[in-house]
């Protein structure tokens, strides 16, 4: 058997170059189709031929000729015999012909199968380089849709079309940055770094998008700054204030706070409250020191606060809650300054709510600067969906994260945040169906 592969530009020039090289009775192994540039495919076609049938020549079967069987014609044909009226003896009846019997017939001539085989092998191969070029479209199609979709959503989203020059799958990932809040200048530079990452490490920045999503996360954990948790050293007094808008968590954090300190460090804690403007904040701290089994004290004037201090130099940590007020209001802003001041060694923690709208948190952020807050912590990540503000905050503010509150419970929804955590909500690892 002789076996040989063509190549031609379709499937029909291929057919017939098999036929004028290998004959009629060539058949076909296999169809494949390559690209041969841009645009442009070529089709290999393996076909074979047996060379020992190919030289017998089959004769033409002879029509064979047989005889059909001896019939007697009917009664009706026959001549009448004349009746005899008078009696006779009867006639000896004659003998019976024996009938005649037709040769057998001849076997019907063997079928030449080899052209059938030949043309189904054929129709096999053009079927599959059909198939074969459809899944190609398929996919063409999709991924236009694809674009086609992101395109749609970057321009409702307001990003400027002098930046569409990335790559398809950083263009997923700004898709999937803006509609999770974060601002679209920072998705635009996290695509950027990321792409340079990219180029840098693999050599080529049109990767998978599972790949570029790794890249991606790893770019946005090394934007958050992360703090440690407030370090306490035995024989120490470590003093840490929570300050921010009115409704966002201080009172219920600092509970957590104080509950973790005592419960889980062993540590001796002591509260303070300078929100003397809202008397269920007041209730609401001395119900948990109640629950706690702390002290806690109510700092009226800076001489309260001086005095408190120096009552609870044996405590490993004292918590001080402030009121939550307008940052507007330049009166109170000062006072709590003033409080603040007293304390050189604080630990200040500004305390941001992640359901607040994005361009609010920025100006919170700037009218809360004067009291020089070394920290942020974000509350409330389990009554909102989208985080990405979170990231934007922490960008423009350049100060570390120090907690995330994920709750009412106290003191277990409150979480130490890592930049890999942080990364996880704006950017989820996609989940695999089992």
């Known amino acids: 058997m002789r076996v040989k592969t063509f190549e031609a530009a379709s499937m029909q020039e291929a057919l017939e170059t098999i036929k004028r090289e290998m004959g009629e009775e060539a058949f076909i192994l296999s169809t494949k189709t390559r690209k041969n540039g841009p645009g442009a495919s070529i089709i290999e076609v393996t076909a074979a031929v047996d060379e020992a049938m190919a030289s017998v020549a089959v004769p033409e079967p002879a029509m064979a000729i047989g005889d059909t069987y001896a019939l007697r014609p009917p009664l009706a ?4 015999r004349p009746i005899q009226l008078t009696p006779v003896e009867p006639a000896k009846p004659e003998p019976l012909p024996a009938p005649r019997v037709a040769p057998p017939a001849p076997p019907p001539p063997p079928v030449d199968l080899q052209p059938l085989r030949r043309e189904l092998l054929e129709i096999k191969g053009a079927v599959e380089a059909l198939k074969e070029q459809e899944t190609k479209n398929t996919s063409i199609l999709r991924e236009l ?5 992101m395109l749609s959503r970057i321009q409702k989203q307001g990003m400027p079309q002098a930046q569409l020059h990335l790559p398809p799958s950083l263009l997923e990932l700004y898709g999937d940055l803006v509609g999770n809040d ?7 530079r996290l695509c950027e770094y990321t792409q340079r ?28 700054p992360v703090a440690a948790p407030i370090q306490l050293d035995p024989g120490r007094m470590r003093v840490a204030a929570l300050v921010g808008p009115t409704g966002v968590g201080k009172t219920t954090t600092i509970a ?3 509950a973790y300190a005592k419960l889980e460090l062993k540590q001796k804690v002591a509260l303070l409250t ?3 403007y809202r008397l269920a904040a007041v209730d609401q701290l001395q119900q948990y020191a109640q629950i706690l089994q702390v002290p806690i004290h109510v700092a009226l004037t800076v001489e309260d606060l001086r005095s408190a201090l120096r009552f609870y130099q044996d405590r490993s940590l004292v918590l001080i809650d402030t009121p939550g007020h307008n940052p507007k209001d ?10 603040l001041d007293e304390l ?3 630990e200040t923690h500004l305390v941001l709510s992640a359901t607040t709208k994005p361009k609010d948190l920025a100006d919170l952020a700037q009218r809360f600067e004067p009291l020089r807050p070394g920290r942020l912590i974000f509350t409330k990540l389990d009554e909102t969906s989208t985080y990405g503000p979170i990231l934007s905050t922490l960008v423009r503010v350049k100060r570390p994260l120090s907690y995330l509150g994920t709750g009412q419970e106290v003191p277990q929804d409150l979480e130490l945040a890592t930049s890999r955590r942080v990364a996880d909500l704006i950017l989820p690892v996609p989940q695999v169906n089992p």
Do not use: H, W, Y
């Open 274 to 276: 300078l929100d003397t």
């Open 197 to 224: 990452s990219l180029l840098e490490q693999c050599g080529d920045e049109t990767v998978d998008p599972e790949k570029a999503r790794l890249f991606m996360r790893r770019v946005i954990a090394n934007f958050i």
């Open 145 to 149: 849709d694809q674009l086609k979709a």
């Open 182 to 188: 974060v601002d679209p200048l920072i998705a635009l």
């Open 256 to 258: 957590k706070l104080a």
């Open 344 to 346: 050189p060694e604080v």
């Open 77 to 80: 044909a026959r001549p009448p």
């Open 330 to 339: 330049t009166e109170i802003m000062g006072q709590l300054r003033r409080f």
